[in-house]
């Protein structure tokens, strides 16, 4: 990866508690370039207005980014139409929109929704609610001992009475890169539909919705060195027609009567009220500085730097790293624990030497018992990192140790 890279990123370049600042919380939320800052300072000093409804020039110009923005999404994941790309607040957002209007107007008492054990709560919860109010049976396809998922057990989960399955991608605890399209052939087979979590994929993957064959796909723009506030969901077309909307109020409507109205088309009728202009803008800056380094390379930096830093992580004596042990079956996240050290504790004294990293159960308490933990630190490389960073994080996690082991 180019090293200039890191200099578009204003944030990397300060001191947290006297030490050149080294982020690895990418995961969490990535920083944001130049670019994209750039973006939305210029939307708000020259471009902000409403959109859609206004026939003035700001009007008329806020509307074209934001529907331009709506294009470029398309491309970046390969949507057959723009119609198949709804702007919500984020993959959040968007799993709950599906589970709220595709599930409640498909899914019956005895019906079977399937998840996995590493989901991140926002793809556990709107299933369990889902569940609870249909009278459904929310079931969870098993791990193997590497934190990865087999297609046996995806086919010993999922039956005719399977309605809808939903996995993330890419597990933001384990790195796992789960075989997505695999999953989704077989839940098309049984008549079910595919929900991917993609928030952890979308910055790091090369995403082509129509070769992955899923139904629904969401992701968010914070965690792709773009604004928060910002999110995808991309549907099948007539997924989408056939949906009903679950947020109503202006922006979204056709005709309004008194007792009575009806909606816009696609993708309009799911995005009420006044849209998320910016963040639209600031997405589409952020789509076009990744694309500019390339996908695929930032793959390849990645797995480069998960590769390093479990080898040089490993070295450490009482270190546990969880999640699949071969570098090309995961993304840049090394999620880890320090032997009879609190992760909280250990990213406590990281922060001292200016190094983030997430310490807690990462919005994943099935996975915790699961891995029969309460909690883990974690690592997250993005492609401003390089191999100074990693050395700094061994560095520092070596110091933790002899630290607790004074203390101790």
């Known amino acids: 990866m180019n090293p200039e890279i890191k200099s578009h990123f204003p944030i990397l370049?300060?001191?947290?508690n006297g030490h050149p600042l080294v982020y690895l919380d990418?995961?969490?939320?990535?920083?944001?370039?130049?670019?994209?800052?750039?973006?939305?300072?210029?939307?708000?000093?020259?471009?902000?207005?409403?959109?859609?409804?206004?026939?003035?020039?700001?009007?008329?110009?806020?509307?074209?980014?934001?529907?331009?923005?709506r294009e470029k999404v398309q491309q970046f994941i390969n949507a057959s139409s723009t119609q198949e790309i709804v702007f919500l607040r984020g993959t959040t957002t968007a799993?709950?929109?599906?589970?709220?209007?595709?599930?409640?107007?498909?899914?019956?008492?005895?019906?079977?929704?399937?998840i996995t054990y590493m989901e991140h709560h926002s793809n556990i919860i709107p299933w369990q609610q889902l569940a609870k109010e249909r009278g459904a049976v929310l079931k969870y396809i098993e791990l193997e001992e590497d934190g990865t998922i087999?297609?046996?057990?995806?086919?010993?989960?999922?039956?005719?009475?399977?309605?809808?399955?939903?996995?993330?991608?890419?597990?933001?605890?384990?790195?796992?890169?789960?075989?997505?399209k695999e999953v989704a052939k077989i839940a098309h087979e049984h008549g079910a539909v595919m929900m991917v979590d993609g928030a952890q994929?979308?910055?790091?993957?090369?995403?082509?919705?129509?070769?992955?064959?899923?139904?629904?796909?969401?992701?968010?723009?914070?965690?792709?060195?773009?604004?928060?506030?910002i999110g995808v969901l991309y549907g099948k077309k007539h997924l989408l027609e056939a949906m009903e909307p679950v947020e109503f109020g202006g922006e979204m409507i056709d005709f309004?009567?008194?007792?009575?109205?009806?909606?816009?088309?696609?993708?309009?009728?799911?995005?009420?009220?006044?849209p998320i202009i910016a963040g639209a803008v600031g997405l589409a800056a952020a789509i076009d500085f990744l694309q500019e380094i390339g996908l695929d390379e930032i793959e390849k930096h990645e797995h480069h730097m998960a590769a390093l830093a479990m080898d040089k992580m490993g070295a450490i004596e009482g270190l546990e790293i969880y999640g699949p042990k071969d570098p090309a079956k995961r993304a840049g996240i090394v999620t880890f624990n320090l032997k009879e050290v609190h992760p909280h504790d250990v990213a406590?004294?990281?922060d001292m030497s200016g190094i983030a990293v997430r310490a807690g159960h990462h919005c994943a308490q099935p996975l915790m018992k699961w891995l029969d933990v309460t909690a883990t630190a974690r690592a997250s490389f993005y492609l401003y990192n390089d191999e100074s960073d990693i050395d700094r994080l061994v560095e520092g996690l070596r110091s933790a140790k002899e630290y607790f082991s004074d203390v101790f």
């Open 256 to 274: 309004v009567g008194l007792y009575d109205s009806t909606w816009k088309e696609l993708p309009w009728k799911f995005e009420g009220g006044t």
């Open 95 to 114: 799993i709950n929109l599906v589970a709220q209007s595709y599930g409640r107007a498909n899914v019956e008492e005895g019906d079977e929704i399937v």
């Open 201 to 229: 994929a979308a910055p790091h993957l090369k995403i082509d919705v129509q070769d992955l064959d899923c139904d629904f796909f969401a992701f968010s723009g914070h965690k792709m060195v773009g604004p928060t506030g």
């Open 13 to 16: 370049n300060q001191e947290v």
């Open 348 to 350: 406590t004294v990281l």
């Open 150 to 180: 087999s297609l046996e057990n995806v086919r010993a989960a999922i039956t005719d009475r399977t309605k809808i399955v939903s996995m993330v991608y890419v597990s933001n605890v384990l790195g796992t890169m789960n075989p997505v």
């Open 26 to 69: 990418s995961a969490a939320t990535s920083q944001k370039p130049t670019p994209v800052i750039a973006a939305l300072k210029e939307y708000y000093e020259f471009d902000n207005s409403n959109v859609h409804r206004g026939v003035h020039t700001l009007g008329n110009r806020a509307t074209e980014k934001y529907e331009g923005a």
